[in-house]
């Protein structure tokens, strides 16, 4: 049927061939017409062919369309659900619709109280009453009898939102497939069928639909891009490179793309690699995390089962404590009470003879005064008798001396004692805890590369008079030290250097810290050491010991030198007034930079620190913490 259709349509091909066609730039020159008198004979360029082409594809597109009752499926067919009608109803301006499809368009206008048709947009006020339409439903119904709805489903042809509509189809526009980059023109599967039979043997490129065909075009000279210029970075078409892109580095677009493939290439394997290397991180720090998870919950439960120990051995301590008082308590109270019982009877059997003693020396009987006392005398001497064999008391009872109301007062001291020293013992080993806590993580942070990302970890600083040497002066807030050569009046403490010309700060570092030192003078040492470094012995110089390390820089020698537990690392670098000091204790880094215009690393140790960090100076000049 397609050949025989052709037959008749060739010749209008043949017609159409002859039909001038006025381009832009024809349009707008006023001698154009003067320029070309023979219009007529002049062969078509590649507009006129492209117009040509579109317009005869558009005929037999709308012919073989037709000729497959394309019409009558647009004529059922819901533009709402692109389906044959259900339920048909009909809008006053004519347009047909599937009754669920129409309704929930409209229920989505109720609150605006305006409904429009959704193909002509006209509006309706009030919302329009749908009556169901039972001549095209008997329409739909034959339609479906006859077979026609085996055709395919319209919404996989027709063009939708977003979708590349074909340049050659009237009215409804079906789904672009292809576009043609000489014919610059999209076509559906019909259409490209015909495209391709009337262009059979030529070169014409076809490429995934596209709307954005103009862009391959050039705009000054109305041809395809298919040239690359590298001196501008652009596509340009063959007449640009004898114009404004003359004597430029020119290439095909093709080579082009294909140096441009290369590069690509390049870069994927570089981004794949780098992939491979994140996704080694990613499962590396997943790993690591579930780790840590598992090594805290450890720690966690290790910690609560050491402290409740600890509880439990305190609380059986205090009932301990508790019954040794009790028992102290009930063994002085009964020998107490025994004494008081036998200092009762003692004291009853007292007042008994002192009556009678009282009585006989009142008697005027000579003789019966003497009868009575050798009695009561011999009477006294066998009760003492018995009394010293029966009950273990008698009237040579020793003397009882009563302690000073203090009794358990010391025991209380004790225990607050032992109080103190858990608290002082605890405060010091919490400052181990937390450090050791602190020092744990998954992540080292990056390593900062400028003066600017150290500054984030500035800290401030003071230096602790207490330390300070004896021929060191302290000024500006105790942020500046200087050696004056002279004993300065400082009062003795356990903390001062007394042989050395150092001080430390009162900052004990745990974490990431930054801070610069201005220094001036022959010689100085810039140190950070354990708070329990040596006060007089000869190695407790900063950098002579394990418990400090130092930057000395020497103006004679004119270089720097890192010392650490006494040995000795040359260092080069510039020159400078200042030095910078980042201390990450968590990663044992410790680096020293020289700041001046510029800023050079000098030296960087990395170890493991076990106690907080006190920055130090020994100096024969003076040094100052730098606010920053």
Request: hydrophobic share 30%; net charge neutral; charged share 25%.
């Given at each position: 049927?397609?050949s ?8 209008l ?17 006023p ?17 006129t062919?492209?117009i ?5 594809l ?22 709402i ?27 989505q206008?109720?609150?605006k ?8 947009r ?29 055709a ?38 019909t ?19 596209t ?9 000054h000279?109305d ?59 990613l ?36 009932s ?16 107490a ?18 009556t ?5 020396s ?15 005398s ?27 109301l ?18 002082d ?6 400052t ?21 990302q150290?500054l ?6 003071t230096?602790?008079?207490?330390t ?32 050395y ?17 201005e ?20 190695d ?89």
């Amino acid at each position: 049927m397609l050949s025989k259709d052709l037959h008749y349509i060739c010749p209008l091909l043949a017609r159409l061939s002859d039909i001038p066609v006025q381009t832009k730039n024809q349009a707008e020159s006023p001698d154009s017409r003067e320029a070309t008198p023979t219009a007529q004979n002049k062969p078509l360029n590649q507009e006129t062919k492209l117009i040509s082409g579109n317009l005869l594809l558009s005929l037999i597109g709308r012919f073989t369309m037709a000729e497959a009752h394309f019409a009558d499926m647009d004529l059922m067919t819901c533009s709402i659900c692109l389906d044959l009608l259900k339920d048909p109803v009909t809008t006053a301006c004519g347009h047909s619709y599937c009754m669920g499809c129409i309704k929930e368009s409209w229920d989505q206008d109720d609150l605006k109280g305006v409904y429009r048709c959704p193909q002509c947009r006209q509006t309706f006020i009030p919302r329009p009453v749908l009556n169901r339409s039972t001549v095209l439903a008997e329409l739909v119904e034959k339609l479906k009898k006859t077979g026609l709805q085996a055709a395919p489903p319209p919404a996989l042809c027709y063009a939708g939102p977003g979708d590349v509509a074909c340049d050659s189809c009237t009215g409804r526009k079906l789904k672009a497939v292809k576009s043609c980059l000489m014919c610059l023109a999209s076509y559906c599967d019909t259409h490209l069928k015909l495209h391709n039979d009337l262009n059979r043997g030529k070169k014409h490129k076809l490429i995934d639909a596209t709307g954005q065909l103009q862009e391959k075009i050039c705009s000054h000279h109305d041809k395809l891009l298919e040239v690359y210029c590298r001196t501008d970075q652009q596509c340009i078409c063959y007449l640009c490179t004898m114009d404004e892109h003359k004597g430029h580095d020119t290439v095909s677009a093709a080579a082009e793309r294909t140096e441009k493939q290369r590069q690509l290439g390049m870069s994927q394997q570089k981004v794949q690699q780098r992939f491979q290397e994140r996704e080694k991180e990613l499962k590396s720090l997943q790993k690591a995390v579930k780790s840590l998870k598992i090594s805290a919950q450890s720690a966690v439960e290790d910690s609560d089962k050491i402290f409740t120990e600890l509880i439990r051995s305190i609380e059986r301590r205090r009932s301990e404590v508790k019954e040794l008082i009790r028992a102290q308590e009930k063994a002085q109270v009964s020998q107490a009470e025994g004494l008081l019982e036998q200092l009762k009877q003692e004291i009853a059997e007292l007042r008994k003879r002192s009556t009678e003693l009282e009585q006989l020396s009142h008697t005027e009987d000579h003789i019966h005064f003497f009868q009575s006392y050798q009695s009561l005398s011999l009477c006294l001497s066998l009760q003492s008798y018995q009394s010293l064999s029966s009950i273990s008391v008698s009237s040579d009872l020793p003397s009882i001396v009563v302690r000073p109301l203090q009794y358990f007062g010391d025991v209380s001291k004790t225990v607050s004692e032992l109080r103190e020293k858990l608290e002082d013992f605890l405060k010091g080993e919490w400052t181990k805890i937390s450090t050791t806590v602190n020092i744990v993580d998954v992540v080292l942070p990056p390593e900062p590369k400028t003066r600017e990302q150290l500054l984030q970890y500035s800290c401030q600083l003071t230096l602790d008079p207490n330390t300070a040497g004896t021929h060191l002066s302290l000024s500006k807030g105790n942020r500046k030290v200087t050696n004056t050569g002279q004993v300065q009046p400082y009062p003795d403490h356990p903390d001062r250097f007394t042989n050395y010309y150092q001080v430390l700060c009162r900052e004990g570092l745990s974490g990431r810290c930054y801070w610069e030192v201005e220094w001036s003078g022959v010689n100085v040492i810039t140190a950070v050491s354990y708070r329990d470094i040596s006060r007089t012995e000869t190695d407790g110089v900063f950098g002579y010991n394990n418990m400090s390390w130092s930057l000395q820089y020497q103006c004679f020698s004119g270089g720097y030198c890192f010392r650490h537990n006494n040995v000795v690392t040359k260092v080069s670098g510039p020159q400078s007034s200042r030095v910078g000091v980042d201390l990450d204790h968590k990663a044992g880094t410790l680096s020293f930079y020289s700041v001046s215009d510029t800023m050079t690393l000098l030296h960087r140790v990395q170890t493991t620190f076990t106690q907080p960090l006190y920055p130090g100076f020994w100096l024969s000049g003076t040094a100052e913490l730098v606010k920053l």
